[in-house]
């Protein structure tokens, strides 16, 4: 395996609510941009909008979903997760690798 192969990674944020609705825009370039600056690739975003927590976190109820696929060397995923981690406005995210 070449050491600098990308893969394909599925990533599920949910935004504070605190973001209104015009600001997630702005929330997902931040995201982007952490990938892009990782020498990512993002291939799809899909906003599933705001939706119903199935529990609270951090007190809050409801969350704005996006799911983002891109492709990134396995290597740079922890920084990328760390970033996330210390993002006031994303309140979890789940990072998943796709394919064998």
Excluded at 33 to 51: A, C, F, H, K
Excluded at 54 to 80: H, S, W
Aim: proline share 4%; aromatic share 6%.
């Amino acid at each position: 395996m070449e050491a600098n192969q990308l893969r394909d990674y599925e990533l599920v944020v949910i935004i504070s609510p605190q973001v209104a609705d015009e600001d997630v825009p702005a929330a997902l370039e931040k995201v982007g941009q952490s990938i892009t600056d990782r020498g990512g690739t993002i291939t799809e975003v899909n906003q599933w909008g705001r939706r119903k927590l199935a529990y609270p976190i951090k007190r809050f109820l409801e969350g704005n979903y996006v799911l983002t696929q891109f492709k990134i060397e396995p290597k740079m995923t922890a920084e990328l997760e760390a970033s996330l981690r210390l993002a006031e406005d994303i309140l979890r995210h789940l990072l998943v690798r796709l394919g064998d």
